[in-house]
């Protein structure tokens, strides 16, 4: 079992950059693939941003390709979103997911509760 928690939302002007954390219980936390989804209000959830395992393929929705970096740091069993030229469109909740064994970039077995961005104009 693992459990995840989000944090690093917050209230930004659009251009504004923040970091969102996951930290992640479990003892292989490097075994795991990564990942980050969101939803924004009255939408599905989406997928952002991925990554397989330590020093692996990372992989990103068009939509944040250039703008997000996920990163993570096994040693603190923590899994970063970096997002800089923050868009009004990128307000949703985000939430951290976890699987293993790592599948798909979209399949996931364990997800954290959230962490709301909002992006204003």
């Given at each position: ?10 209230l930004v002007q659009a251009g ?57 740091d096994n040693a603190k069993n ?26 798909s970039f979209y399949e996931y ?13």
């Amino acid at each position: 079992q693992v459990q995840l928690v989000e944090s690093g939302g917050g209230l930004v002007q659009a251009g504004a950059s923040l970091r969102l954390s996951c930290a992640a219980s479990g003892r292989t936390f490097s075994n795991y693939a990564m990942g980050w989804f969101r939803q924004a209000p009255g939408k599905e959830r989406e997928f952002v941003a991925a990554s397989r395992w330590s020093g692996g393929t990372t992989y990103y929705a068009d939509s944040v390709k250039g703008r997000f970096t996920i990163s993570r740091d096994n040693a603190k069993n923590t899994v970063y979103l970096q997002m800089i030229s923050l868009k009004p469109e990128d307000t949703a909740v985000y939430y951290c997911a976890a699987a293993y064994p790592p599948r798909s970039f979209y399949e996931y077995d364990y997800w954290g509760q959230g962490t709301l961005v909002t992006v204003s104009s």
